[in-house]
């Protein structure tokens, strides 16, 4: 089945560092990619969508500045924590899905962030 | 305002018990989906709803879609320690968005 590969897995860093977060879709290619937020025992909060090519769709109350997000081929896209905070301490996962918009997103492992 | 209410938030529940999880909302849904989502990894597709009335199986789960594709629910038989996870639904939203609920944390005791 379709695969989606995010890096890291894990990241700790000092607080004020920027820290970038790659989704990659192994085996299929993603006009879409979606990226999450899950803080501990909460859902997943869609942050924003990335079309291939073009500028990222950002949901409410997410601050585009503070969360870079490119998608530059349709197999990648990065995700980068600038200036991270200990409040963005959280689950990031991303999701892609492919040409066909009737097949379900494929859903990256997630990458824990935490800022000390 | 949350545009899926899934209930409970969550269950504890002994092994051999059944359960059911509720995911409603006061919008219509192309489709509808049931995750799982074991700690530190990404949710895993459990299933897709599609058409009004319907109900699919697998194994031990049933989903059902309520007739007016604004509602689903997800019922266990004889839950088993290894159904323990956050079951989450989530619905397409706008045409390409897909939305969750809050989640159904499962603890199932043996």
């Known amino acids: 089945g379709a695969v989606v590969s995010q890096h890291p897995s894990w990241v700790i860093c000092k607080s004020g560092t920027s820290v970038k977060i790659e989704c990659r879709s192994l085996?299929?290619?993603?006009?879409?990619m979606f990226w999450y937020r899950q803080f501990p025992k909460q859902s997943l909060m869609l942050m924003a969508t990335?079309?291939?090519?073009?500028?990222?769709?950002?949901e409410q109350g997410v601050e585009k500045d503070k969360f870079l997000i490119n998608h530059a081929s349709l197999t990648l896209s990065t995700l980068t924590v600038t200036s991270a905070h200990p409040e963005d301490s959280s689950f990031y996962i991303c999701s892609a899905r492919g040409l066909d918009s009737n097949q379900p997103q494929h859903f990256g492992d997630g990458t824990r962030l935490s800022i000390l | 305002t949350q545009l899926l209410e899934q209930s409970p938030q969550f269950l504890s529940i002994q092994e051999g018990e059944n359960l059911t999880v509720y995911c409603n909302s006061s919008?219509?849904?192309?489709?509808l989906q049931w995750y799982r989502q074991e700690p530190g990894e990404g949710p895993v597709l459990l299933v897709t709803?599609?058409?009004?009335?319907e109900v699919k199986k697998l194994k031990r789960l049933t989903f059902q879609f309520g007739d007016a594709r604004k509602d689903s629910s997800l019922h266990i038989t004889a839950a088993q320690p290894g159904d323990t996870g956050l079951y989450l639904c989530a619905g397409e939203w706008g045409g390409f968005k897909t939305i969750f609920g809050a989640g159904t944390r499962l603890f199932v005791k043996a």
């Open positions: 919008s219509v849904f192309s489709s």
């Open positions: 085996d299929f290619q993603a006009t879409t």
């Open positions: 709803v599609v058409t009004g009335g």
């Open positions: 990335s079309n291939e090519g073009s500028k990222a769709t950002y």
